[in-house]
T-cell receptor, first 116, second 114 residues
Framework: AQKVTQAQTEISVVEKEDVTLDCVYETRDTTYYLFWYKQPPSGELVFLIRRNSFDEQNEISGRYSWNFQKSTSSFNFTITASQVVDSAVYFCALSNNAGNNRKLIWGLGTSLAVNP | DAGVTQSPTHLIKTRGQQVTLRCSPISGHKSVSWYQQVLGQGPQFIFQYYEKEERGRGNFPDRFSARQFPNYSSELNVNALLLGDSALYLC?????????????FGEGSRLTVL
């Protein structure tokens, strides 16, 4: 069965601290995609990154970085020098390519609070 | 360019009623997906439509139905509402019918069933 686990329900940090959000996934597919989305209080999910299963290179985008490790089935997300605007719920998701049921499987999310 | 738009943004219904939620995708996007997000949980997949055909269906009862129109907009209908249907309903559009690309989400329709 395919599954995404975000063990951290809530994280609270002080501004400028670094914070890592964990994501562990389970899949039998050899080809799959992993995603991170941000959900601010407005409710709209905002795409952050997509990674395919054949690309294990880490990626950095400004203060954001992602560490993809197939050996541990993890796709962790780090925010460096966090800011109050980073406060949101962050979701990790996994593509499901079973037949015609094309959907994303989502974790429960990690609520990040960055305090001034 | 306009993003994904959903209407209504908020609505309150009573048990047993029916509701229709609407979604307009980003111009040029042919795929629309619907997700249900209960408070404190991740989105749960309901339907995906691509080129007006159903491409996927999640584990929801037959009270849930949807369709996509020739202009690629979509409606989600829920009949015989239950208290447990209270949730944020999210619509997402994408250029293709696969699930490997970026999804663009609207701000959702928050449904409260009393």
């Amino acid at each position: 069965a395919q599954k995404v686990t975000q063990a951290q329900t809530e994280i609270s940090v002080v501004e400028k601290e670094d914070v890592t959000l964990d994501c562990v996934y389970e899949t039998r597919d050899t080809t799959y995609y992993l995603f991170w989305y941000k959900q601010p209080p407005s409710g709209e999910l905002v795409f952050l990154i997509r990674r395919n299963s054949f690309d294990e290179q880490n990626e950095i985008s400004g203060r954001y970085s992602w560490n993809f490790q197939k050996s541990t089935s993890s796709f962790n997300f780090t925010i460096t020098a966090s800011q109050v605007v980073d406060s949101a719920v962050y979701f990790c998701a996994l593509s499901n390519n079973a037949g015609n049921n094309r959907k994303l499987i989502w974790g429960l999310g990690t609520s990040l609070a960055v305090n001034p | 360019d306009a993003g994904v738009t959903q209407s209504p943004t908020h609505l309150i219904k009573t048990r047993g009623q029916q509701v229709t939620l609407r979604c307009s995708p980003i111009s040029g996007h042919k795929s629309v997906s619907w997700y249900q997000q209960v408070l404190g949980q991740g989105p749960q997949f309901i339907f995906q439509y691509y080129e007006k055909e159903e491409r996927g269906r999640g584990n929801f009862p037959d009270r849930f139905s949807a369709r996509q129109f020739p202009n690629y907009s979509s409606e989600l209908n829920v009949n015989a509402l239950l208290l447990g249907d209270s949730a944020l309903y999210l619509c997402a559009s994408s250029k293709t019918g696969t699930n490997t690309g970026e999804l663009f989400f609207g701000e959702g329709s928050r449904l409260t069933v009393l």
